[in-house]
Structure formats: structure tokens, C-alpha cells
């Protein structure tokens, strides 16, 4: 090749990266987003319990077609049924007393997209709406808690638990964004979440932590002396002591997860089950690290869905009082799992991306 031939190649090597340079600034410029690096603990070792499994593979579909992107679980006092929040607006009930012979009701229509619910001291579901508030649900009635707190419309409330007082414990995943733009705030990855108490005294809601990494689900202890909460985007739960010497203050209960914590519930035998949406990656390490790669990936998912990319291997994992790891059941073929409960010796679980929920055998700690 000639002296005229390089000079060409080279200038066209170099408009190609002007180019380059000047799409990829375009991007950043037009980002919807302002993220930050985050710094995660490495990731623990997939050995003893977190060994990969597929314990969930076979699972049975229970009300299949009819629990659309169930997101939570609530189960009723006598451990005859649970509640579920579904895509449809509706709250569905699914009775299992009979065995291997499931039934959903139609329960109540809220509308919206019903997320966390929690059982209240007069048999009502305290529900987490998103954007539209905290409601108070009968059989035949939705009611509206409250909307706001600390002089903020709440954007997207998610997990709830609530006293035997009806004290309500609930998270807001980010002040800033809504549930239709909450992929924004999974890019962003920064600490916009919220703990929150309502009291029905008052009837009014108060902020009790803020700067949470998307906190997820409340499940308070037997003895209501402390709740247990997530921060989905950094793989851990913390305690939050209500009584005693520690009250108010903050603890670590289990963190560095082998995947991200959604809701967790508190079965009749003092184990935590926490649904894991999907397995942590070297990808969410790098999309951590790397703010470019979340614009960019923000981009991409305007186009294509990344969730079984991004999400991996669903599953549910039951912790004991102590932040001990005792059991783990996954499935590299599902992704969203939100929500899973030890029930008579079985595991039912629930899934945005699923129409029915999953019942498997839980036959933990031997597996």
C-alpha cells in the first residue's frame, strides 16, 4: 500500500472515532440518569448453602393464568391462604388448605400495581401502591393511609409490615422515580430510599432513615422488638431495633447476598425467606464500577429486554434470627422471583415475569 493509501486509512480511522466519540457524548449528554460508582463487597463464593441448585426447576404452577406478576405474599392466621398483589390491579387470594388442590379468589380489585401487603390487627391488608400511597384493604374497601411524608409525595412505596397496634413499617425504593421510570432508578443506583413509619393515631407518616440503596420489604420479628429491611442494589438486609437499648438504631442482619433481596417474610418457625430476584454477576460488579456501562445499558433496554440478562437465576433464601444462611433454592431458568414462604412443609414462591405461583418441596436444612 502506498504513502497515499495509509494517509487514506488513517483518516478515515480517525473519523471513525471522532465519530465514535461524538455518539458516545450524545449519549451521556441525553441520559436521563446521573449515576455514580458504587463499591460492592466481592461477591461470597457459590459453595455450601449458596452451592448453585436447582431445587425450584420442577416446581408446580398453582392458579396458573391467573396470578399475573404476583409481587408479595401474605398469609392469613391460620396459615389457610395467602394474599398476592398482581399486574391486573387485583388482590388475589389463594387457599391451600386442601392439599394439591389450590383455589385463587378474585379478592379485591385496588387497581395500579399493588406491591408489598402485609396482614393487619383486624384481618385488613395494609397495601403498598406505588405512587398512589399506603391503602388500607377490606374484602369491599380500598382506603387511602397517606400519600407523603417528610413534605415528599411518595413515588414508589413497596414493603410493609405492621405491628399488632396496626403501627405500619414500610420503604419507599426511591423518592424520585415512579413505577413505570423504576428502571431508572435501578441504572442510577443511588441511595434514594426511605423507611417509614405510619401511625394510625396521627394518620400520618414519618421518615425514620434515608440515602437507602432501593430499600425492599419489612418483616418484623416475632417479638415486634425489630424489623428486618432490604437494600436490593447493595445484596444486603438490616435490623432495625424498635425496643430496648438499641432502639433506633441500625445492624446489619445478613449482607453480601448471592443475589438481589427483594421481600422477605417471617414463617411460623423464626426463618426470614427473602426472594432474590436474580443472582449477583461480574456484570452488576462492573455496572457498579462503571457509570458508562449503565448509561449505556439504560439505552439498550429501551429496546431490548435485558431482564434475563441482568437477572439470572431466581430464588429464595431462608435465614435464621441470627443472619445465618441455612437454605437455598434457585433456578437458573427463572429471574424475578419477589417473594417466597416456607408454608406445611412446602415452599410457594411468586414472580413478576410468572401468570401462577410456584409451590415446591422445602425439605431443608438436608435439601
Not at 471513525?16 to 455514580?36: D, E, G, M
Not at 411524608?149 to 411518595?154: N, R, S, T, V, Y
Not at 424489623?227 to 424498635?242: G, P
Not at 439470572?312 to 427463572?334: L, M
Amino acid at each position: 500500500m502506498g504513502a497515499e493509501g495509509l494517509i487514506q486509512n488513517a483518516v478515515w480511522v480517525a473519523v471513525l472515532c471522532l465519530a465514535s466519540a461524538a455518539a458516545w457524548q450524545a449519549l451521556l449528554r441525553t441520559s436521563p440518569i446521573h449515576p455514580l460508582p458504587v463499591h460492592l463487597l466481592p461477591r461470597p463464593p457459590a459453595e455450601g448453602v449458596y452451592a448453585p441448585n436447582f431445587r425450584l426447576n420442577n416446581a408446580v404452577k398453582v392458579g396458573s393464568g391467573l396470578i399475573p406478576g404476583g409481587e408479595d405474599l401474605a398469609v392469613d392466621r391460620e396459615g389457610r391462604s395467602f394474599f398476592t398483589g398482581c399486574s391486573d390491579g387485583w388482590i388475589k387470594r389463594v387457599w391451600i388448605d386442601q392439599p394439591d388442590a389450590e383455589r385463587v379468589e378474585n379478592w379485591t380489585f385496588v387497581g395500579g400495581r399493588p406491591l408489598g401487603l402485609a396482614l393487619g390487627p383486624m384481618d385488613e391488608l395494609i397495601v403498598c401502591a406505588g405512587d398512589r400511597g399506603l391503602l388500607n384493604v377490606t374484602g369491599d374497601k380500598v382506603e387511602v393511609l397517606c400519600t407523603e411524608a417528610g413534605g415528599l409525595p411518595f413515588k414508589t412505596v413497596d414493603g410493609v409490615d405492621v405491628t399488632k397496634e396496626g403501627v405500619v413499617y414500610f420503604t419507599e425504593l426511591t423518592y424520585k422515580y415512579s413505577p413505570k421510570d423504576i428502571l431508572l432508578g435501578v441504572f442510577e443506583y443511588l441511595p434514594h430510599g426511605r423507611l417509614l413509619r405510619y401511625d394510625p393515631s396521627t394518620k400520618s407518616a414519618t421518615v425514620l432513615l434515608t440515602d437507602l440503596y432501593f430499600p425492599n420489604a419489612v418483616a418484623l420479628s416475632k417479638k415486634e422488638d425489630f424489623f428486618i429491611y432490604c437494600e436490593t442494589l447493595i445484596f444486603r438486609c438490616r435490623k432495625y431495633w424498635l425496643e430496648g437499648e438499641k432502639a433506633g438504631k441500625v445492624e446489619t442482619f445478613i449482607e453480601n447476598l448471592p443475589g438481589f433481596p427483594d421481600n422477605v417474610i417471617l414463617d411460623d418457625d423464626g426463618t426470614y425467606w427473602i426472594g432474590l430476584i436474580g443472582e449477583r454477576n461480574i456484570f452488576w460488579d462492573l455496572a457498579a464500577k462503571y457509570t458508562s456501562l449503565r448509561h449505556l445499558l439504560l439505552r439498550i433496554s429501551s429496546f431490548i429486554n435485558l431482564d434475563p440478562f441482568l437477572f439470572p437465576t431466581a430464588g429464595v433464601v431462608g435465614v435464621r434470627e441470627d443472619g445465618e444462611a441455612i437454605a437455598y433454592y434457585s433456578d437458573p431458568k427463572r429471574s424475578f422471583i419477589t417473594s417466597g414462604v416456607k408454608m406445611g412443609g412446602r415452599l410457594y414462591f411468586v414472580s413478576l415475569h410468572e401468570n401462577s405461583i410456584g409451590r415446591s418441596p422445602a425439605n431443608f436444612p438436608d435439601q
